[in-house]
């Protein structure tokens, strides 16, 4: 055998050696199930916790830009970081810390759990899970000083998010004027069973991730008020009252599923009984894990994935919110019963915030502009996110297709008019547009 042979062999066991030794310790790592499954633990403190969806949507944007900061952190070189990306944010600050002594995997799991610890009201309870990723981090391989390591990194990078955190103005928020609906029958007014105070009137004053203002991509005024048969807004206020009397099982399917109401209240006898689900934002994170796991997304790919579409969710609900206490405008359940047949009941129950946009049809757009970014515009999935709340599973052709189907379902469920669907639609993609466009380079890491 000639010299350059014997080179070529040993050239080939060392790679072969090289793949092996980089399996293996691939098995000691937490991978992208084991987020999927830890994001899910946060959610379910929010489902317990009755979270709005525009408090869930802050909540997921800043638990996985933490996870997301952690990776980034590890892998300068590799993951993108949202350093001088979003507003105000400076970015991470790693000197000193013993990133080359730690393990990138366990500190974003780790990252995830104590983010959702510090700023969810029952984040306590996430402590169990921490201690439990601590427990069985050694039998993945993790001695015991690198598991210290790791927890130093975590904890130095979610405290720098913490200051970063403060600012946004949510702490300022109770003390703002307390809202008091306006008085006049073309206004929002609290509905039934539960007549509940206006969901989070001054959220538009958060700061934006990546928008420039709430404001940005403001909405066509909606159609005003009226009391003439033959204006734009009695007509779709007759579409919503007749389109949930003559819904068929299919349009009842897809409203139920699309529900997304974090406390639905139901009347047995004398007693209000609450229904707690996950939020429109905790429904597309769910569907954003079901792509990354289908993907076959290693970590880090799934851990960015996770953190932009949250942003866009989070920016989506500050502008939807800005034009719902603008425009303030009656919800259907109000109108009908007062211009048409007070004993109709919409499909949904009305959520507690003004009608116009719908928020779902806001949301659902933005997400899927980014993640038909990340997966493409033919990214079929199987959503089984409704399976723990009695619903079965839907399949979606696309992100589009889940979106347009999120936003029908509002009228189909008697809980919006067209136009506040239509608007919101326009709205979710101009906010989902905008997002992609200034992190335009996060998507080369896909």
């Known amino acids: 055998m000639s010299i350059f042979g014997k080179m070529r062999r040993i050239v080939s066991a060392m790679i072969m050696m090289l793949a092996t030794l980089m399996s293996v310790q691939a098995k000691t790592a937490f991978g ?19 979270t709005s969806p525009v408090a869930a949507s802050r909540y997921y944007a800043y638990i996985c830009l933490a996870a997301n900061e952690v990776q980034a952190a590890y892998c300068p070189s ?11 944010f400076a970015g991470i600050e790693t000197v000193g810390l013993p990133v080359k002594q730690g393990e990138a995997s366990l500190s974003t799991i780790l990252a995830v759990l104590k983010m959702g610890e510090k700023l969810l009201p029952s984040g306590y309870l996430l402590r169990q899970q921490i201690d439990s990723i601590l427990a069985i981090a050694p039998s993945k391989g993790i001695p015991q000083k690198q598991l210290e390591n790791s927890v130093v990194v975590t904890e130095a990078i979610v405290n720098q998010l913490l200051v970063y955190i403060k600012k946004d103005g ?6 703002l004027p307390r809202y008091t609906p306006k008085q006049g029958p073309e206004w929002w007014q609290p509905t039934p069973p539960a007549f509940m105070a206006p969901v989070e009137p001054h959220w538009r004053n958060l700061r934006s991730f990546v928008l420039d203002s709430a404001q940005q991509f403001k909405p066509l005024p909606p159609n005003p008020y009226s009391t003439d048969p033959s204006s734009q807004f009695y007509l779709e206020m007759e579409e919503t009252y007749e389109t949930v009397k003559r819904a068929d099982k299919a349009e009842q399917d897809i409203a139920m599923f699309w529900d997304c109401n974090p406390f639905a209240v139901q009347q047995m006898g004398h007693i209000n009984i609450g229904i707690k689900k996950i939020s429109p934002g ?4 769910g569907i954003t894990g079901i792509a990354c796991l289908q993907q076959g997304f290693s970590l880090r790919k799934t851990t960015l994935a996770h953190a932009l579409v949250a942003i866009s969710l989070a920016d989506a609900f500050i502008a939807c919110w800005d034009e719902k206490y603008r425009s303030n405008r009656v919800r259907p359940e109000t109108a009908i019963h007062a211009l048409l047949d007070p004993r109709w009941q919409p499909l949904l129950q009305t959520p507690p915030f003004p009608e116009y946009v719908s928020g779902h049809s806001v949301a659902s757009h933005s997400a899927a502009k980014v993640l038909t970014r990340v997966f493409g515009a033919n990214f079929k999935f199987d959503d089984d996110s ?9 399949q979606f052709p696309s992100f589009q297709a889940a979106a347009d189907e999120a936003a029908i379902s509002r009228l189909y469920g008697g809980i919006h008019y067209r136009d506040g669907i239509v608007q919101g639609t326009w709205q979710g993609q101009q906010v989902g547009k905008w997002a992609v466009g200034k992190l335009a380079d996060a998507f080369g890491n896909f």
């Open 78 to 88: 590799k993951h993108f970081s949202f350093a001088k990306k979003l507003n105000g």
């Open 282 to 285: 905790g429904h597309w994170m």
């Open 32 to 50: 992208s199930q084991d987020y999927v499954q830890t994001l899910k633990k946060a959610t379910d403190i929010m489902v317990n916790d009755v």
């Open 386 to 394: 409704e399976v723990e709340f009695g619903l079965p599973v839907r």
């Open 170 to 175: 949510f702490t300022t928020l109770s003390g």
